[in-house]
């Protein structure tokens, strides 16, 4: 089966550094996604790696292992407006189509 | 013009109703998605659509039927839905399904509450 884990919960202060790791085991391999999610509103993409290592947009950053089935997006210089739910999400390439898997979510609560 | 669009973003529902969500794309997307998302859960995929086919259907119930009139519009027909059907469907569409479909892009979504 396919299989798709992150931490439930994170919390971190504004202006630190936070790192949520994602770990998965699929097949048909095909790309990882990481999207945020504010409670009640639709998903929007933040990051995309498909090779192996770092992609970096701003404040955002996220690294890809792919022989270790590992992720980790970086959040740099937290805001308060960044507490939201940060989902993992697998792209799988199978029978001549993609579809994309989620993760669980992990919350995110930025404080003061 | 990156924009998803929904309707109705709030439907409530009998059992015995028959109701259509609706969602409409112009970024010349050939792809188009619904998810499904509980409370505090992850979407989960329902149906793709690839050039107007369905080419996923991720064993849903008769009860949802998917419709693909065009290649910007996308529907979900609803019939003889069960309360735990009460969720926020998602609507996305990317370039295309096949091997470098690029980001998907979502629409705000509609929430349903089956009574």
């Known amino acids: 089966g396919q299989n798709i884990d992150q931490p439930t919960e994170m919390t971190a202060t504004e202006g630190a550094i936070v790192q949520i790791n994602c770990t998965y085991q699929?097949?048909?391999?095909?790309?990882l996604f990481w999207y945020q999610q504010h409670a009640g509103e639709a998903p929007t993409f933040l990051s995309y790696?498909?090779?192996?290592g770092l992609e970096e947009k701003g404040r955002f950053s996220s690294f890809l292992s792919r022989s270790k089935g590992y992720s980790y997006l970086l959040l740099k210089e937290l805001q308060m407006k960044d507490s939201a739910s940060y989902l993992c999400?697998?792209?799988?390439?199978?029978?001549?189509?993609?579809?994309?898997?989620f993760g669980a979510g992990t919350r995110l609560a930025v404080h003061p | 013009d990156t924009e998803v669009t929904q309707t109705p973003k709030h439907l409530v529902m009998g059992m015995t109703n028959k109701k259509s969500l609706k969602c409409e794309q112009h970024?010349?997307?050939?792809?188009m998605y619904w998810y499904k998302q509980k409370a505090k859960k992850p979407p989960e995929l329902m149906f793709v659509?690839?050039?107007?086919?369905?080419?996923i259907n991720e064993s849903v119930p008769s009860r949802f039927s998917p419709e693909c009139p065009n290649s910007s519009l996308l529907n979900l027909h609803l019939h003889a839905l069960q309360p735990e059907d009460s969720a926020l469907y998602l609507c996305?569409?990317?370039?295309?399904?096949?091997?470098?479909?690029?980001?998907?892009?979502f629409g705000e979504g509609s929430r349903l509450t089956v009574l």
């Open positions: 659509y690839s050039y107007e086919k369905l080419s």
């Open positions: 699929t097949s048909g391999f095909n790309g």
């Open positions: 790696n498909v090779l192996d």
């Open positions: 999400a697998v792209r799988l390439f199978s029978g001549g189509y993609n579809k994309l898997i």
């Open positions: 970024m010349g997307h050939r792809a």
């Open positions: 996305a569409s990317s370039q295309n399904s096949g091997a470098n479909t690029g980001e998907l892009f």
